[in-house]
């Protein structure tokens, strides 16, 4: 059985750190905009801050009313009180310490002892709340971070204002997509008994994947802002059309009630907007290709468009840094994926079935009790 070690608790303390900061500087930054007259912006921010932890309480509370069934009801009142209050995480932080702290520092099992031993079910537990936050981080990452960080890139290249406030909220953003993301991998490896632990390479090559990816696309989208704001909310909810219809099309079963599958559904076309999401154990080469060179395609178009309407425009300097900023970050993403399939993708694992790649979001209310969560929720 792996072990949840004293790096790992370091890790996961780190985390803790980076998402009270992260709530401060958003309430910073939204501050900012509201004295500097900027309404529309800091309202923004906060609704992107409230919508992520309104729909991040939901599943949190929904997992733990699921785990605590058949227990005392006037616990799960109380649950439902915390999470009412937008707190519900850090009840999940409190008992990943708990967990954690024992199973770093003061357990000690042989390898040969079964997940029933007392050491030994520790560590699942450790390992298993913690797979759970970074289940919640992904959610809050795609529909907080991920938006937020649109929003300020995209005001830094209207406006052109160089506030403090600004860049710290931009790091922030990467900062808080760059930990959930190599987060969420050490605990897949760790949750996979047949998976290696994921080394220091393997996950550098992982961030520097998403992370470019994501800015590639991000930059993409904040040019085409530029130009006209509504062609850029039609292409968002377009994308996200496309990306929800898919699930469907997928028919996936990761909620037990349908209004929360609904709801995952819907999550999971948002993440589909920003980066590749497999909800299926199927091959996904295909589907990979596809995606990737679809950003490609649009992104060459975005800059053309630029090009031929707005000549004028490309002759400055800060539109030259930014558009190769935008295809040396997607060029050097898109080598890194390469790399990361190739050399350091686990792809033999499927408990239920013979399959080739990682799955996302599949397994029935069955499946999902057993072999939990995280098994069917997996990001390649």
């Not at 309480?57 to 009142?77: A, H, M, P, R």
């Not at 209050?85 to 079964?114: E, H, P, T």
């Not at 968002?236 to 009630?257: D, E, P, R, V, Y």
């Amino acid at each position: 059985m792996k072990k949840f070690t004293k790096q790992n608790f370091i890790f996961l303390v780190g985390g803790i750190i980076v998402y009270v900061v992260d709530i401060g500087v958003d309430f910073w930054v939204a501050s900012k905009f509201f004295c500097q007259g900027q309404y529309y912006w800091s309202v923004s921010i906060l609704c992107f801050r409230g919508l992520s932890s309104f729909i991040t309480q939901i599943f949190s509370y929904e997992w733990f009313k699921n785990d605590c069934e058949g227990t005392d009801t006037g616990v799960l009142k109380w649950i439902f009180l915390v999470h009412l209050f937008q707190c519900g995480i850090f009840i999940r932080y409190w008992f990943a310490l708990k967990y954690g702290c024992q199973a770093a520092f003061k357990q000690n099992s042989s390898r040969d002892a079964s997940e029933t031993d007392p050491p030994n079910f520790i560590q699942k537990q450790a390992i298993d709340v913690v797979t759970d936050i970074n289940m919640l981080r992904i959610f809050k990452t795609f529909l907080e971070t991920t938006p937020q960080l649109f929003i300020q890139i995209y005001i830094l290249m209207e406006y052109g204002k160089n506030n403090f406030y600004e860049y710290a909220a931009i790091v922030m953003s990467f900062c808080g997509i760059s930990i959930s993301m190599v987060d969420y991998q050490i605990s897949l490896r760790k949750s996979l008994p047949d998976k290696d632990e994921f080394r220091v390479l393997p996950k550098l090559v992982y961030l520097f994947y998403k992370l470019l990816t994501i800015t590639s696309w991000i930059l993409s989208i904040s040019l085409i802002t530029l130009l006209s704001v509504k062609i850029s909310v039609v292409l968002l909810i377009f994308l996200w059309i496309c990306g929800f219809a898919w699930t469907l099309k997928q028919h996936t079963t990761f909620c037990k009630s349908k209004k929360m599958e609904y709801l995952y559904r819907t999550v999971v076309g948002v993440i589909l907007i920003f980066t590749f999401f497999n909800i299926k154990g199927e091959k996904t080469k295909f589907c990979i290709f596809i995606y990737y060179a679809t950003h490609a395609v649009v992104t060459v178009g975005i800059l053309l468009v630029y090009m031929f309407w707005k000549p004028s425009i490309t002759e400055e300097v800060h539109f030259v840094i930014l558009s190769i900023s935008t295809i040396l970050s997607l060029v050097l993403g898109i080598i890194f994926l390469l790399v990361y399939y190739t050399c350091f993708h686990p792809t033999a694992y499927c408990r239920l079935q013979a399959c080739s790649d990682e799955v996302d979001g599949e397994a029935g209310q069955k499946d999902r009790v057993e072999i939990g969560r995280f098994q069917n929720f997996i990001i390649q």
